[in-house]
């Protein structure tokens, strides 16, 4: 005997605002970042870029000078040192002409002395400039000019300079100075040095060497002046 045939079910609409219990519940949308958050996430940025900079500079500043270091142990640096080993003013001649005024004829003989006590460096100069003055420079004695030169490792260089001065004024008080020997000579020499280490050569900075305590009668007694170097003078 044949089933009868089953009838289709009935599709019952839904009614409005209905839920499945069996479907996942949508995640709300999330909130922009506010501007607070902006800028703190802005500023924590700015710290760590700030840190790396400050590391990075700290590590070659400590990178440097560990490097100085190890080059003053090794090479022992030091500055040259100058003295006047011999000064003589010759020819001294002063004559008093018919306006009345005291005129200075003389010639400045002397030998320089440079000493270099690093045994792992050496001294390069320029050319040279020589100035002979008295009297906190009331008086000149006359300028001359010494040719570039070295000074090796350990080596005691001898440079000579001479200079004249011709019809040079001077008043009665110095004139009673001059002719006493008691005028105070001051030499000063300029010029420019840099090192030599290993066949390598630094840029050169001006160097200026002021020699002068004693007097004309002093120096040719025997007595040497003190010569006292300032460098970072250009």
Not at 184 to 204: A, D, F, L, N
């Amino acid at each position: 005997m044949a089933s009868p045939t089953q009838a289709p079910k009935p599709i019952i609409d839904k009614p409005p605002g209905y839920k499945s219990p069996f479907k996942e519940p949508t995640p709300p949308p999330r909130k922009p970042p506010t501007r607070h958050q902006k800028k703190k996430h802005r500023r924590g940025c700015c710290c760590i870029s700030f840190c790396i900079i400050f590391i990075i500079i700290f590590i070659l500043i400590f990178v440097a000078a560990i490097a100085a270091g190890l080059i003053y142990i090794f090479y022992d640096p030091r500055l040259p040192e100058f003295r006047i080993d011999s000064f003589g003013l010759n020819n001294l001649n002063v004559t008093q002409k018919p306006d009345g005024v005291y005129y200075l004829n003389a010639e400045t003989t002397m030998k320089v002395e440079v000493k270099n006590e690093s045994g792992k460096m050496g001294w390069l100069f320029d050319e040279t400039n020589v100035v002979v003055t008295a009297e906190n420079g009331d008086l000149n004695l006359g300028t001359t000019t010494i040719p570039g030169f070295e000074v090796k490792e350990k080596e005691l260089k001898m440079l000579k300079a001479d200079c004249e001065v011709r019809d040079i004024t001077l008043n009665e008080s110095l004139e009673k100075k001059v002719e006493g020997k008691e005028i105070v000579i001051v030499v000063e020499i300029r010029t420019k040095t840099g090192v030599e280490m290993s066949g390598w050569k630094s840029w050169k900075i001006g160097v200026n060497v002021v020699c002068g305590d004693k007097s004309l009668k002093q120096i040719e007694a025997g007595d040497t002046s003190k010569c006292t170097l300032t460098t970072l003078k250009w």
